[in-house]
């Protein structure tokens, strides 16, 4: 077997806790099974990227994994990716010798836990000290996992504003209520109309400043020339137009929260005075000499890959750092086309109260083109077509006749998309996501259309399947169902 499991030696507080071992160097791999087992881990030990994947959707969920970086078919921040889709609770600490300590600390920007170098100097000294700690962060992610999945079944769906059940968005909905009592800055990336501007409300509203102003900006929206102005206020004759003093949004947001939306259209003269009031916690007004002192917590929000910014020089790096503590990507409505109905069926009750209609819902077959669109415009788009048909639909349902034009046109199948199986969504994709994807939305309906023929039987599904009651009950818990 590529990944073999090993029972821990010795009894101790600690039998409950599952570490994922993915290494392709065999020494590194028994050394940190032999020692882990010896202090009362169970330990799972994975050849490569691949395999540690096939373990975390097999025989999940485990508390901590232990990640190289450089490995063979899939690398460790690869696998840091994927890993947090499947378990978003597991902790992972990424392995490296001294040369890839930069990758390493990328990937505490991408959700690691921690990074080890090699060799290790005291094996055991991991058991002891340093997977306490990352138990300690899994117990607690699993928390706000826990807590959010009741909030979406009380409230059918919607967290603070936001619809949605599929995986991609509930992601989002946890780093939310994880980040949000802190004062940490968070850097929110997503297409245009993914709804960033939720996400920062939401992170305002949950947290202790909720009593205290949310001030917005879209700094796209200011010209160049005005935007220092907009945001540090300004002093009576500080310009030609400057009748009288004039507070900043850094004052107004005093206590609050000031969310900068398409931060990467700021100039490098303001990235460096924004980058002064994170790291002073005071502002100066055009045209003064005084410093003031503001309480501010800072959200920002892009469109655009920073990172490539960064390589043209056109973003500061220390700055991206300030604002980059937590990173949420919001991910793009053909990414969760299961949320759709959700969406749409949302929408629908709001424009059919404010037209005066009485319309109930879609017709399967306007369901199915929903489903099939691309939404370059995401969820603005969905909100913007929902209107519209509202307003043209005849009768009590809408019907596909009722969508915009450009849902009209023939699809690339001929039933309903899922997620997963429309191949412009699958080709958006690298070629191993694209593959877990698919299977995870075959594992779906299979297990679905099983349980539909049993009436539910667990024991007679698990065995038709040929899986034992056990496994098949693990599966059941990881699709959801």
Known sequence: MLATRHKQL?????DSARVLVVDDELTIRAALTHALSAQGYEVTAAVNGQVGLDAVREDGPFDVALVDLSMPVIDGLSFLKQAQGLDPGMSVIMMTGHASVRTAVESLKLGALDYLTKPFEQIFAIG?????????????RRSVTELVACELDERDGVFEGMIGRSEPIKRVYELIAGVAPTDATVLIQGETGTGKELVARAIHN????????FVALNCAAVPSELLESELFGHEKGAFTNAV????????????????????????????????????????????????LQVDVRILAATHRDLREALKEG????????????????????????DDIPLLAGQFLRE??????????????????????????GNVR???????????????????????????????????????TTN???????????????????????????????????????????????????????????
């Open 10 to 14: 010795v009894s101790s507080p600690l």
């Open 128 to 140: 002891e000290q340093v997977l306490p700690r990352a138990l300690e962060a899994s117990r607690q």
């Open 206 to 213: 949950r947290s202790a400043r909720q009593e205290a102003p």
């Open 244 to 291: 009288a003093a004039k507070k900043g949004l850094f004052e107004e947001a005093n206590r609050g929260t000031l969310f900068l939306d398409e931060i990467a259209e700021m100039s490098p003269a303001l990235q460096a005075k924004l980058l002064r009031v994170l790291q002073e916690g005071e502002i100066r007004r055009v045209g003064s000499s005084k410093t």
């Open 314 to 337: 056109a973003f500061r790096e220390d700055l991206y750092y300030r604002l980059a503590v937590v990173v949420i990507n919001v991910p793009p409505l053909r990414e969760r086309a």
């Open 351 to 376: 424009f059919s109260a404010n037209f005066g209609r009485t319309l109930i819902g879609f017709d399967a077959e306007a369901m199915v083109k929903l489903q099939q669109h691309l939404w370059e």
């Open 381 to 419: 788009e969905l909100r913007n077509v929902v209107e519209r048909s509202t307003i043209f639909a005849r009768g009590h349902v809408i019907k596909q006749e009722h969508l915009p034009d450009e849902l009209q046109a023939p699809s690339p199948t001929d039933h309903p998309r899922s997620t």
């Open 423 to 481: 191949a412009s969504f699958l080709t958006s994709m690298e070629f191993i996501e694209a593959k877990q994807a698919a299977l995870k939305n075959f594992e779906r309906h299979y297990v679905h259309s099983l349980l539909e023929r049993t009436e539910g039987n667990i024991s007679q599904a698990a065995r038709e399947a040929g899986m034992d009651r056990s496994n098949f009950r693990r599966l059941l818990k990881r699709l959801g169902s």
